[in-house]
């Protein structure tokens, strides 16, 4: 937006807006009509001191004042508001109270384009101030004459591209001219504020690489969004259109279209990159966020989960939406909660580690640490588990099992969060709001080898942190057990939750850097075979189900070939006893720590047991979040079981971990049977639901006696 005073320019204009205003009789306006028109628009406003406007052949503003006398004749201001939402005009009226005072402003908006910006720049404008059932002031404004030299001091030069996103220009203009008096007037300012940055960095990252763009044209033209781009066309505007339609009319997955866009738009990175910032700013239009004042949680799959932001501290709320990644909100609700706050790109840039190394060297540690974890795979991470830690800024990390994926929300001493997407299978680490990132180090002078090491500094951590979870074969070595976290280290939702803190056997310094290490990942890297799709003539029914348990439908032409590790058996089991975070230069040992992992010996105790009763065991992440989902696969014969261990100490299974089995059964082939064993119990709710739908639970088990129940 291009800045200008308006108080200067409403002097300025203050002479000629005076001139063609008329004071009306309030006896000639009808005040019974202008109360039910008020009344039945009022709650369209985006504040409390805005105008009803509403128009027909002729434009009538109306407003609601609190003072019963006011002078006739008010003080206006036109003005012009630049901004890539939506170019817009505001018309303000003040009206001078008996005590010296004036009564607070009342605005109305106007959109470029609009009707009802055509009948305020072109007819007389009835302008009615209402108190109870009476009309205290009506005066008719008429602007149709007005002087070519006065509209120089309104800034016209609206930028062709916009969203055409009307809430949020108007919530944007009110937070220039506003300052905010509540959490949610916090919330819905800093929505706008951040919707306009971010539509301006896509308008203009396009015409800036207009000569780049055209390059792209023939192949666009064969694409969807074709008519889009078309001469004459708002192409920002025609795209959010059609996106929050899809979105929010249509209900469709979003995830699925931005899949399907890097696919589409593959040979056009340039425009790639404008249609995906413009479908995500839909996803957080104003229709999404009720203004800014909630998440819409996706969970693939699943209906839409709205995620009211309440339990925001004041100071966190002005800062909300600037910090926000503007990416897909997946699992939002069960990831973070509605409470909690981005970390500052700055302070990344300022306190996070950086990775000290050759960054080849770097990029193949990285790769091989999450090559093992796959291949030689056998436990999960305990769903929301946090990872206590002492580097830079970070205190703690919270990893969540999602598919074959691993969601890592970094977490600073103020409970702010820097959240990390793991594909181990891909060797692939997202880190959102890594452009935001990225932007602050260019600001403090860091160039592209510096943000390189810094993006792989978190990379290896987190990657070891993963390995020694999923390989480990004695946990204690790696990880003490806690139940409170420093202050401060848990995300805002979690502060009232009972957690179980994981505590790491080494100590961290300043720097990451990988040595030679321990693990020998380097000559074992040819050993590894990840999980991947082969050509073949026909897949076996037993090759079929072995990629169903990974997730996996193999299509035609092609079978499924496991994740394995080829060598040496006895090597395998030296290296799983092996800790990848000790094999981090800037880690140091710690002895002081006896805890153990309760919950990790109970899942091992009950691997043993479904052995010894003949089943081949799997540990696989089959639910989204490991919570009320799976913790373990058995096979024997034609037998497929998923069986949740809950190693709870009093409190008593309820019907929402029988639902979530049950949500889970329905993602595997059918015949897969629904097990859970607890050292506690099912109230009688629970077990009801489990017996109606065929869930086995084995209650009160803590290994010391002989299990008597048969599977």
């Known amino acids: 937006m291009h800045e200008s005073n308006p108080q200067a320019d409403a002097k300025v204009l203050a002479n000629y807006l005076d001139q063609v205003t008329t004071i009306l009789p309030t006896s000639e306006i009808d005040h019974r009509w202008a109360m039910r028109v008020y009344r039945e628009h009022r709650d369209k406003r985006v504040c409390r001191s805005e105008f009803v ?75 009615i101030l209402l108190r109870g059932q009476k009309c205290i002031s009506a005066v008719e404004m008429d602007l149709k004459n007005i002087n070519p030299e006065t509209w120089k001091h309104l800034d016209q030069t609206a930028p062709f591209e916009c969203l055409r996103e009307e809430i949020g220009a108007r919530v944007f203009v009110t937070s220039c001219l506003e300052r905010p008096k509540t959490l949610e007037q916090e919330l819905e300012y800093g929505w706008a504020r951040k919707l306009e940055s971010t539509a301006c960095e896509a308008i203009q990252y396009l015409a800036l690489r207009v000569s780049e763009a055209k390059q792209e044209w023939q192949y666009l033209q064969s694409s969807p969004f074709a008519e889009a781009f078309g001469p004459g066309k708002n192409a920002a505007a025609e795209l959010y259109d059609a996106f929050q339609q899809l979105f929010w009319e249509k209900h469709n997955d979003p995830t699925a279209w931005s899949q399907s866009l890097q696919k589409t738009f593959r040979a056009a990175p340039r425009h790639l990159f404008f249609i995906d910032l413009i479908m995500t700013l839909a996803w957080f239009s104003s229709k999404g966020t009720r203004r800014g004042r909630e998440i819409a949680s996706i969970v693939p799959g699943e209906p839409v989960t709205p995620i009211k932001l309440t339990g925001i501290a004041p100071r966190a709320a002005t800062l909300f939406w600037d910090r926000q990644p503007l990416f897909w909100p997946l699992y939002y609700k069960e990831l973070l909660g509605p409470g909690s706050i981005a970390m500052d790109a700055k302070r990344i840039v300022q306190n996070l580690p950086v990775y000290v190394g050759n960054i080849d060297e770097g990029d193949k540690f990285f790769n091989d640490l999450l090559a093992e974890a796959v291949t030689l795979k056998r436990w999960t991470i305990p769903p929301g588990a946090y990872v206590q830690l002492e580097l830079g800024e970070l205190v703690a990390a919270k990893l969540h099992e999602i598919g074959g994926e691993v969601a890592c929300l970094l977490i600073n001493a103020e409970g702010e ?164 975070l000790q094999c981090i230069q800037a880690l140091e040992p710690i002895s002081s720590i006896n805890a153990k992992d309760g919950w990790f010996q109970y899942e091992l105790n009950v691997m043993h047991w479904l052995a010894f009763n003949g089943f081949e065991v799997e540990h696989l992440a089959a639910s989204r979040l490991g919570d009320g989902g799976v913790d373990l696969q058995a096979y024997r014969n034609n037998e497929h079981l998923l069986v949740q261990c809950k190693h709870w100490q009093k409190e008593k299974i309820g019907p929402r971990i029988i639902r979530e089995m049950l949500g889970t059964l329905q993602t595997f082939p059918e015949g897969a049977r629904g097990v859970i064993i607890t050292s506690t119990y099912l109230t009688e709710g629970a077990k009801r639901l489990a017996i109606q739908n065929g869930i086995q639970f084995i209650q009160n088990v803590d290994f010391s006696n002989t299990i008597l129940s048969k599977l």
């Open 53 to 127: 406007v509403v128009s027909d052949s002729t434009l009538f503003l109306i407003a609601e004042s609190p003072h019963g006398q006011v002078d006739p004749r008010p003080r206006s201001m036109l003005y012009f508001w630049n901004n890539y939402l939506w170019p817009l005009y505001t018309l303000t009226l003040y009206w001078p109270l008996p005590t010296l005072k004036e009564l607070a402003p009342f605005r109305g908006y106007f959109v470029t384009g609009s009707k009802e910006l055509e009948l305020l720049l072109e007819k007389p404008t009835r302008i």
């Open 417 to 580: 969060y820097l959240r990390v997407w793991i594909d181990p299978s891909a060797n692939v680490a997202s880190i959102d709001g890594f452009r935001e990132i990225a932007s602050a180090a260019d600001q403090q002078g860091h160039d592209s080898v510096w943000l390189e090491k810094l993006e792989l500094a978190i990379k290896i951590l987190l990657a070891a942190i993963i390995r020694d979870f999923w390989v480990v074969e004695e946990r204690e070595r790696v990880f003490g057990v806690g139940t409170r976290t420093k202050k401060g280290s848990r995300l805002q939702s979690d502060h009232n939750k009972e957690v179980v803190v994981y505590l790491p056997r080494v100590r961290y310094v300043d720097d990451v850097q990988h040595k030679a290490d321990a693990l020998d990942l380097v000559a074992r890297r040819a050993h590894f075979v990840i999980g991947h799709l082969r050509k073949a003539l026909h897949a076996s029914e037993t090759q079929i189900q072995i990629a169903h348990r990974y997730g996996i439908t193999p299509p035609e032409g092609f079978t499924f070939v496991r994740p394995h590790k080829r060598g040496e058996k006895v090597q395998e089991r030296i290296y799983r006893s092996r800790s990848a």
